[in-house]
């Protein structure tokens, strides 16, 4: 495709349900991240995948959260047992190279449109 | 590992006036830093990277290694400037800077 695509565009959940959330990256990137922004919170970082590893999981705010890459290309955030913080907009984006490897010029991110998930 | 922060969360303009979004960063190699921006309802994109030292939309971005700066400027704002602004570095931690939002006032 032509960009990163995000699936569903919004998501309204009942507190306490599971929820998945779908990253298609560009083709050909090998990097995929996953950040959520919140209103006054800026963009928070959550997992980066190079390929299908998961080499910083640092950002997860808990255990609920969860994220796969298979085949090196699309990715699932799931959220299990939504509560009402986790409502957000959730962004995926895709880069060419891994973030830990330094080079002459740097691989900007591509973002998709992300979705907003509303946990009431 | 690079760290970015951005001190103010709300930039207002009027139109014409010169405006300047601040990120310091820290980090004691060569840094790698991009501004990204996203307009209402559009999706976060790459603005301007300071390796290529290139001028996008107007705005430029110098990166000054003795203040470990890397400020996005513009001399004269317009209307359609008004977004969120976010500065970013382009390895290590993928920690963004806050966000700046720049409304520009006709």
């Known amino acids: 495709g032509a960009g990163v695509s995000q699936s569903p565009s919004n998501k309204v959940t009942e507190k306490g349900k599971d929820v998945e959330l779908r990253c298609d990256p560009i083709?050909?990137?090998?990097?995929l991240y996953w950040y959520r922004q919140s209103l006054g919170q800026g963009l928070e970082f959550l997992i980066y995948?190079?390929?299908?590893?998961?080499?910083?999981k640092s950002g997860l705010p808990s255990d609920r959260f969860s994220a796969e890459r298979t085949g090196g290309s699309v990715s699932t955030l799931t959220i299990q047992r939504t509560q009402q913080e986790d409502s957000a907009v959730y962004l995926c984006?895709?880069?060419?190279?891994?973030?830990?490897?330094?080079?002459?010029?740097?691989?900007?991110?591509?973002f998709g449109n992300g979705t907003r998930l509303t946990v009431t | 590992a690079q760290r970015v922060t951005q001190p103010e969360k709300l930039l207002s303009v009027f139109k014409g006036a010169p405006v300047e979004l601040k990120c310091n960063y820290s980090y004691s190699g060569s840094p790698e830093l991009f501004w990204y921006v996203q307009y209402s309802r559009q999706r976060l994109q790459l603005l301007l990277r300071?390796?290529s030292r290139e001028s996008i939309k107007g705005f430029t971005a110098d990166l000054n290694k003795g203040e470990t700066s890397f400020h996005l400027k513009k001399p004269f704002a317009q209307e359609e400037d008004s977004a969120m602004y976010y500065c970013?570095?382009?390895?290590?931690?993928?920690?963004f800077g806050k966000g700046t939002k720049l409304s520009v006032k006709p």
């Open positions: 083709s050909g990137h090998t990097a």
């Open positions: 300071h390796i």
């Open positions: 995948f190079q390929g299908n590893s998961a080499p910083d």
């Open positions: 984006a895709s880069s060419l190279r891994d973030p830990r490897d330094r080079g002459l010029l740097g691989s900007p991110l591509h």
């Open positions: 970013a570095p382009g390895e290590g931690n993928l920690i």
